[in-house]
């Protein structure tokens, strides 16, 4: 049966609007938070393998914003990408007119949504735990001008971990998705790639300043990340 692409994108976003509301903000925990992550990764799959390869081809591709109100680094830097790759979509950091840095997601009208709500989802989570870090004896071990490195140094920590998890997670969601007999990643990337091409933009790479870090505190956020079970069995179809 063939599935009309808008009504298909339609429930996919009703669907994430749904697993919005179970954030940390809301009462959610870090564990169930990033559970729903894997789950709008099975949702954003089933939505890819309902369309044709003409379809894919055919879409248009758009841009989202996900602003982050802070005119420095912040160590959502570090996880950024590995999001972009996670939703098969291209991102950047820019500058509003505010002098506020934001990200822009390029891609797939399905993978720019996915992959603004993960960004949203592990920037909540990151906050949660570091908010109970906070009241550890760990974190109270610090001194009261140490304590802003310290917080810094955990939410790198953790988003790094959940960064990794991420990576492998998309690994073995292609291993499973390549098993139908089609490339959708090599597929998805060549629309991309040619729609931001027709953008002209001067993208660069700039190279990271190096960061002074507590290792405790990383270790801990890193600690907070690696113990999140985020792949409860994905299924392509």
């Given at each position: 049966m063939t599935v009309d692409p808008g009504l298909a994108l339609d429930r996919l976003k009703t669907r994430i609007q749904g697993l919005r509301t179970?954030?940390?903000?809301?009462?959610?925990?870090?564990?169930?938070?990033?559970?729903?992550?894997?789950?709008?990764?099975?949702?954003?799959?089933?939505?890819?393998?309902?369309?044709?390869?003409?379809?894919?081809?055919?879409?248009?591709?758009?841009?989202?914003?996900?602003?982050?109100?802070?005119?420095?680094?912040?160590?959502l830097d570090e996880g950024i990408g590995a999001i972009a790759d996670f939703c098969d979509c291209r991102v950047w950091r820019e500058k509003s007119q505010a002098g506020e840095a934001r990200y822009v997601f390029f891609g797939l009208r399905s993978d720019i949504e996915v992959a603004h709500y993960l960004t949203e989802l592990i920037d909540n989570a990151v906050r949660f735990e570091l908010g109970r870090y906070k009241i550890s004896a760990g974190y109270r071990r610090f001194r009261h001008q140490d304590r802003h490195m310290a917080n810094a140094s955990f939410n790198l920590g953790m988003v790094v971990s959940v960064a990794e998890k991420l990576t492998a997670m998309k690994a073995e969601r292609d291993a499973v998705n390549n098993g139908t007999g089609r490339d959708l990643v090599v597929l998805k990337a060549s629309v991309v790639d040619a729609e931001l091409e027709k953008?002209?933009?001067?993208?660069?790479?700039?190279?990271?300043?190096?960061?002074?870090?507590?290792?405790?505190?990383?270790?801990?956020?890193?600690?907070?990340?690696?113990?999140?079970?985020?792949?409860?069995?994905?299924?392509?179809?």
């Open positions: 179970k954030t940390t903000d809301n009462g959610c925990t870090e564990a169930e938070a990033l559970l729903a992550a894997a789950k709008v990764a099975e949702l954003l799959d089933r939505y890819d393998l309902s369309l044709t390869d003409v379809e894919i081809r055919d879409a248009p591709c758009e841009r989202r914003e996900y602003e982050t109100y802070r005119k420095k680094r912040i160590p953008l002209d933009l001067k993208l660069r790479t700039i190279r990271r300043a190096t960061r002074m870090v507590s290792s405790m505190a990383y270790d801990a956020g890193g600690a907070a990340g690696a113990s999140f079970t985020i792949n409860p069995g994905i299924r392509g179809t």
